[in-house]
């Protein structure tokens, strides 16, 4: 074996390079979690227990318009879009809202909130079907409405039938006249359908019969 041997004793004593830089930076004292004691159970949250819970709205909607609006300015050209949407909850309340914003999500979420605003009441009998016939007008549009018997389905195209299927009719006949523009004929459909009669109307409508009237000779 080799001995080393050191003229000098104190030399022992004295710490070398490496144990004094090792020394100088120490490390932050960092308690091992299973040393610690169970004070108790502490319950466990994330973030999204903290969030505000989303109400689940009855209302479902539906986006029949999304459009690129280019307005040119001085500065350049401007560039927006337009969203059209229809909402309802399928048990005779029926909205159509339109709205314009820099992005299309927030078109569309616009677009909701409009039609929130502006909900109506549809008649609906018990064949999930008008009670009569009637004719919705709108700008250039114009649409047909007759009722159906159970089984037929909804005969209707294009924005008319979203409109018809969010109020909840499942039976009817339509036939669209004049223009075919999206928004018109969704609002020509929803002017229809409010401006039919429900059942309460005509049980208490009084029908007034005329009695025959006994016409007397004028004395001249």
């Given amino acids: ?32 979690p299973q040393d610690r004691k169970p004070t108790g159970q502490r319950p466990t949250r994330s973030r999204q227990d903290f969030r505000k819970p989303k109400e689940q709205s009855e209302f479902t909607e539906k986006v029949i318009w999304i459009r690129r609006i280019n307005k040119v300015t001085t500065g350049g050209r401007r560039l927006r879009f337009s969203a059209a949407v229809v909402i309802g909850n399928k048990k005779g309340t029926v909205g159509l809202g339109v709205a314009k914003a820099n992005e299309v999500n927030d078109a569309i979420k616009k677009g909701i909130a409009a039609a929130h605003k502006n909900l109506k009441q549809v008649a609906i009998n018990a064949n999930s079907s008008i009670y009569h016939h009637g004719i919705g007008h709108y700008g250039a549009s114009q649409i047909i409405l007759k009722p159906a018997k159970e089984g037929i389905g909804v005969k209707a195209g294009g924005s008319a039938r979203d ?14 006249l004049g223009s ?9 459909t929803i ?30």
């Fill in 191 to 220: 002017q229809g359908l409010t401006a039919l009669k429900s059942e309460d109307f005509f049980k208490n409508k009084f029908v007034k019969k005329r009695t025959p009237v006994a016409h007397t000779e004028s004395k001249r």
């Fill in 163 to 176: 409109v018809i299927e969010l109020a909840g009719i499942q039976n009817i006949y339509s036939k669209s």
């Fill in 180 to 188: 075919n523009n999206k928004i018109n004929l969704a609002r020509a």
């Fill in 1 to 32: 074996m080799i001995e080393n041997k050191v003229n000098n004793p104190s030399e022992l004593s004295k710490p070398r390079n490496s144990e004094v830089a090792q020394s100088n930076t120490k490390k932050p004292f960092r308690p091992n």
